[in-house]
């Protein structure tokens, strides 16, 4: 009998991930929520999604996603029905993916799912994060409080990003554009000058010989040199989307001595305001810290969750887990013990996302500002080594024909 891996909400209020025998995924349900569970999503183990797949799960822009739950919210807290406002916003919607997903999910509200049964039903659009916060708030009956700390902590997230991307873009450019500048003048304009000194048989002075023979090499083997960083470059694509090939990647960045402390710095931001937003909707720390643990993206640091989890199933504080766990900064593991002993720990964790929110935005800002003028001298000594490499024969046969005369 094949097994099923089920996201499933139990009587009690749990999130909880079992993996159960049945002959299909029909007869699973409905013997699910005949035992009173309410089913998010059912999954092949081997990675197959057998639930109905999401919706064209692959065009939704953050944008989008981030306004529909904005406006969501207000209406919900304008004391519309929750039908209701689905539907006036599945009417807004322009015909595409999202209001594909949003009709999908409007016939399964209107068959009698809750909201976030319906959501965990389309987990490439909807997160699961945001799929327990609408289970939290339909507990609790707060849905559209739940909806409006969640829509604020996704702003807050997007804003960072976007100053991120903003940040590192000119200094992207202009290594991109030296490249292009170097490949240039090494394939096409040294080699146009080198003949034309070969054809004065003359003694050239040696930074000439020195950019005229690496010139001459990458010219002589352009021919298997592109291929081969063409094949090369496909080839680490592929591998890098492989879990082998995402692990030694991300556990090598976290070696390295600047951009390790970013990406931690990242993660503790992102795994704190996910915490916060579910712990402030009601969650238990548990689920909350299991749910939330999904948005860190490196593989390296995500290996040492599982340890944390089980530490606070037995009971150790929330603080110790952390420090044991040993990529969080130091303060940040100082102000959550404060909040976990002051019985404050959401507001806390929230302080800590803003606190290094706010850190990282600075230190990139700092990075990019080192980055930019070395970038700029690099290229300088460059152009300037290729321009002495070019123009001092010149310079010598000028002499030499004065002198002659």
Known sequence: MPEFLCRLGTPGGDVVTRVIEADGVDQLRKRLQSEGFRVFAVDDPRGGLLSRPALGSSGVKPEEFLLFNQQFAALLRAGLPM????????????PGPFKATLEDIERR??????????????????????TASVLAGER???????????????????EVRRKLVKTLTYPILLIVASVMLVALLTTYVIPKFASLYESQNAELPKI????????????????????????????????????????????????LPIVGDLIRQATTARLSRGMATLLGGGLTLLEALEISSEVIGNRGLAATMPRVLQDIREGQPLTESMERAAWLPPMAVDMI?????????????????????????????????????????????????????????????????????
């Open 83 to 94: 039908l209701q406002a689905v539907g006036i916003l599945v009417r807004r919607q322009k």
């Open 109 to 130: 509200i209107r068959g009698g799912a809750a909201l976030s049964e319906a959501y965990g039903q389309h987990p490439k659009i909807f997160p699961r994060l945001l």
């Open 140 to 158: 609790s009956g707060e849905l559209d409080t739940v909806l409006e700390r969640y829509v604020a902590q996704a702003k807050v997230s997007a």
């Open 208 to 255: 000439t010989v020195v950019v005229v023979g690496i010139s001459k090499v990458a010219e002589n083997n352009l021919y298997w040199l592109l291929p081969a960083l063409l094949i090369g470059a496909i080839a680490f694509y592929f591998w890098q989307r492989t879990d082998a090939g995402r692990s030694v990647i991300d556990r090598a960045l976290l070696r």
């Open 337 to 405: 013990g404060v909040g976990e002993k002051s019985g404050s720990l959401g507001t806390m964790l929230a302080e800590v996302a803003d606190f290094y929110d706010a850190e990282l935005d600075v230190r990139v800002a700092s990075l990019t500002a080192l980055i930019e003028p070395l970038v700029l001298a690099v290229m300088g000594a460059i152009v300037l080594a290729v321009v002495l490499a070019l123009y001092l024969p010149i310079l010598q046969f000028v002499t030499a024909g004065l002198n002659r005369k």
